[in-house]
């Protein structure tokens, strides 16, 4: 069972949550992770408690919008500790040229968001054929 807290505890607590003080940093409210793994680009966002309803993802031109949201309870409750935030949430990346957003994928599970965006077809390394030229081959042949 959870102990009510020192009311100036719970102040302090969120003194540094909305000033950004104090010795430990908050997490961002949609944490990321992303990496390059061969031709595509993976994009992970810890998300709990949302719903996947309201996940929205938008993609204009180059910038990729994610939006959420996580409601506030309603109805009759008392908080004992009411740390995670509720509301609207939403992050935006401006992605480079060498991505296919028209192939973008998404999956939600266990509260993690995974993006798997592919590396455009233009942006892959490619081999250039070198050919040669009728005069270069008539030197070789006399």
């Given at each position: 069972m959870l102990m009510r807290t020192d009311p100036f505890r719970e102040f302090d607590r969120l003194a540094q949550q909305l000033l950004g003080t104090g010795t430990t940093s908050r997490p961002a409210v949609m944490p990321m992770d992303a990496w390059r793994e061969g031709d595509v680009f993976r994009l992970e966002f810890d998300l709990p408690g949302i719903a996947a309803d309201t996940l929205d993802?938008?993609?204009?031109?180059?910038?990729?919008?994610?939006?959420?949201?996580?409601?506030?309870?309603?109805?009759?409750?008392?908080?004992?500790?009411?740390?995670?935030?509720?509301?609207?949430?939403?992050?935006?990346?401006?992605?480079?040229?060498?991505?296919?957003?028209?192939?973008?994928?998404?999956?939600?599970?266990?509260?993690?968001?995974?993006l798997t965006v592919p590396v455009a077809e233009r942006a892959k390394p490619r081999k250039i054929e070198v050919t040669r030229s009728n005069r270069d081959e008539r030197a070789l042949s006399s």
């Open positions: 993802i938008d993609v204009e031109r180059n910038v990729l919008t994610i939006r959420a949201e996580r409601p506030a309870r309603n109805g009759d409750w008392e908080p004992l500790a009411a740390e995670r935030p509720t509301g609207l949430f939403s992050r935006q990346l401006v992605l480079g040229d060498n991505i296919d957003l028209d192939r973008l994928e998404a999956h939600y599970e266990d509260g993690v968001l995974r």
